[in-house]
């Protein structure tokens, strides 16, 4: 099926993206396409992993490091760090911004 597809920018806590691009590569399949199917499975209300996916997948989150579960996905809230990260990328921004203007 031809699809449209377009580039986002999510945030996604650090482990849990770790282990989505191990499965993936695992599977032999872009992070895009694991995380579309998971979606179009959760959609229809269906599990997106068999058993031996399941199981890779608890092996993953052992080697990440990886404690969350579902019980948790509306209560995370970003550590303090994020801060001090998004004013070094807007400081970085400004600069490029600055020097770009500069000719």
């Given at each position: 099926?031809?699809?449209e597809r377009v580039q986002?920018?999510?945030r996604m806590e650090k482990r849990l993206v770790k282990v989505l691009k191990a499965f993936a590569e695992y599977r032999d399949m872009t992070l895009g396409d694991l995380?579309?199917?998971i979606v179009l499975h959760a959609f229809e209300g269906?599990?997106?992993f068999s058993q031996e996916s399941l199981a890779?997948?608890?092996?993953l989150k052992k080697v990440y490091?990886?404690?969350l579960d579902a019980t948790?996905?509306?209560?995370?809230?970003?550590?303090?760090?994020?801060?001090?990260?998004k004013a070094s990328t807007?400081?970085?921004?400004?600069?490029?911004?600055?020097?770009?203007?500069?000719?």
């Open positions: 099926m031809i699809v986002t920018g999510v995380l579309e199917g269906k599990t997106p890779r997948i608890r092996e490091g990886l404690n948790v996905s509306h209560r995370m809230q970003e550590s303090v760090q994020r801060g001090s990260a807007a400081k970085a921004a400004k600069k490029r911004k600055a020097r770009h203007e500069q000719g």
